[in-house]
């Protein structure tokens, strides 16, 4: 009989916090398993192995991070809302990171509860480039750049890359100004 509790989403919240607490390539089975306190085939009943543990753990964190950017994103626009969403996706990578960098997988095409909760978080980032009047293949570009600025910047932060003396906040901030610089002028033939 399965343990009194025991259920997929305790599973994976469970999974969370040892991704959280030694990073996403330290999750196993047997560390989630010693977490709940219970015997390993025990984690087989609720769960399709450590691929769909990874698997569930990308939607989480793709759910958490989606809702963080969408309350940022409230009611702001352009360069208001370029650094609130900014600062809530470091805040989310500092606070989770074992979770942030479960987001870092991308959803099967089959995989349609990933896609949705990928396409939550994409869609803040789709109304934050309407906003500076970018849309289509330009928004993709504009998003891939925002996006991989910030995760160059949290994943050198997180390892420990930025070690002179200025202050990292005022570097994340630079960068923002920066990004909300290039956005604005986007449409700018000179640019």
């Not at 997180?158 to 449409?187: K, N, P, T």
């Amino acid at each position: 009989m399965p343990r009194v509790g025991l259920t997929p989403d305790r599973i994976v919240a469970e999974a969370a916090a040892v991704a959280d607490e030694g990073g996403l390539a330290r999750l196993t089975l047997a560390a989630i398993a010693q977490r709940l306190g219970v015997a390993l085939p025990s984690l087989y009943k609720h769960i399709s192995g450590l691929d769909g543990v990874m698997r569930d753990l990308a939607v989480l964190g793709m759910r958490e991070l989606g809702v963080r950017l969408a309350r940022a994103a409230m009611g702001r626009s352009k360069g208001d809302a370029l650094e609130a969403v900014a600062h809530a996706y470091r805040r989310f990578a500092t606070e989770r990171p074992g979770l942030y960098e479960s987001t870092m997988r991308a959803p099967s095409a089959t995989d349609e509860e990933h896609t949705a909760v990928s396409r939550d978080a994409l869609d803040v980032a789709m109304a934050v480039m309407r906003s500076y009047g970018i849309d289509g293949g330009d928004a993709v570009h504009a998003i891939r750049i925002y996006r991989s600025a910030m995760h160059g910047f949290v994943a050198q932060e997180a390892s420990g890359a930025f070690g002179m003396q200025e202050s990292v906040d005022e570097s994340y901030r630079l960068m923002i100004d920066l990004l909300d610089r290039a956005l604005s002028s986007w449409h700018d033939p000179h640019r």
